[in-house]
């Protein structure tokens, strides 16, 4: 089976589970620190390790999410390392982030600039990305001095990159075409 599908499939089915026993901010938040978990390339390394027994890997995957848990997601790690669908959790857990963001009207923007922006640019872009439909922004700022100046501002899918290091290698580009169309 694709391993999108397996992953869509298990985050639907938690997701309804989650919806039919009221858990699903508690969820939601284990979900988001467990994907935060999973995209440590030393836990990817752990989760994707085949000498490691299956219940060794649950055992440690539990003891870093921490004892504050909700049992829904404790049964969830639990079965879906039995069921040896370990590997898919980090996709399983983005796709019940992303469920869970549609299902409650919440918006997602990711703002990446060179250095930290002020409390009233990111109150500002989240009124901007709600717009006129009323919907909540989740806002997450990034920091990467490597795009020099601007900003990379992405808003659910939307992607905008502002950044001089994007301009620098648009330019580098046209130079480099324009050099080689004279020769």
């Known amino acids: 089976m694709n391993d999108s ?33 999973c995209s440590l390339q030393e ?10 027994p299956v219940t060794k890997k649950k055992e440690i995957m539990l003891a870093l999410t921490g004892k504050g848990q909700n049992k829904l997601t404790v049964t969830f790690v639990d079965f879906i390392f039995s069921q040896g669908r370990g590997a898919h959790l980090n996709a399983v857990s983005r796709n019940f982030i992303s469920l869970t963001r549609r299902h409650r009207g919440i918006r997602q923007v990711t703002l990446t600039t060179a250095v ?23 806002f997450i700022e990034k920091i990467d001095p490597s795009i020099i100046g601007g900003f990379i501002l992405r808003v659910d899918d939307t992607y905008i990159d502002a950044s001089v290091k994007n301009r620098l290698n648009k330019f580098r580009k046209e130079f480099t075409l324009a050099v080689n169309a004279e020769e």
Do not use: C, W
């Open 5 to 37: 599908k397996i992953a869509v499939r298990y985050a639907k089915a938690l997701f309804e589970i989650t919806l039919s026993h009221k858990a699903l901010e508690a969820v939601y938040e284990d979900m988001k620190m467990i994907n935060q978990l």
């Open 43 to 52: 836990v990817k390394e752990i989760i994707e390790n085949p000498v490691i």
């Open 116 to 138: 930290t922006v002020g409390e009233k640019v990111k109150e500002e872009l989240a009124a901007i990305a709600a717009g006129d439909t009323g919907a909540t922004s989740e």
